[in-house]
């Protein structure tokens, strides 16, 4: 699940804001890790708490342990998003409009995202809407 944040950002981003989901169920979670140090902690949260291909509504969510700047959080999707053979047609628009909706996070900072049962997505920090922007599709090239 470490590395699932880039691939459901390329699945799921729509640019619509969420409506409230109601109770959703945990999936699972995932520590990520760089050498010595703990980075963030992801959640993946459904309806019923099992994940499939398509299923929504959805929730992502990674809680920061450390303070990581907008740019450099921009930059290791973008490498993500490289070694997972994503089309870079796209992936400097998507990483355009992700700059303007991603903070700095610091410290027990949440950033989620949400997907609503019509496929509408936001972002959201610490419970608080980030905004929505219209991007589009990320396709993989192999």
Avoid at 5 to 12: E, H, I
Avoid at 61 to 73: G, K, M, N, S
Avoid at 94 to 114: C, I, K, T, Y
Wanted: charged share 25%; glycine share 8%.
């Amino acid at each position: 699940m470490k590395r699932l944040f880039p691939v459901l950002l390329a699945l799921l981003l729509c640019g619509r804001v969420a409506a409230s989901q109601g109770p959703l169920q945990k999936v699972g979670e995932a520590r990520l890790n760089y050498l010595f140090w703990a980075v963030y902690d992801s959640r993946l949260y459904t309806r019923d708490g099992n994940y499939q291909d398509g299923q929504l509504p959805l929730r992502f969510e990674i809680q920061y342990l450390r303070d990581v700047d907008a740019a450099d959080l921009l930059a290791h999707t973008r490498e993500e998003w490289q070694r997972l053979g994503l089309s870079p047609g796209s992936e400097r628009q998507w990483l355009q409009s992700l700059s303007r909706l991603w903070p700095d996070v610091r410290e027990n900072d949440v950033l989620a995202l949400e997907v609503d049962e019509a496929g509408r997505s936001a972002f959201l920090i610490n419970g608080q809407p980030l905004g929505a922007s219209k991007i589009p599709p990320l396709a993989r090239t192999s």
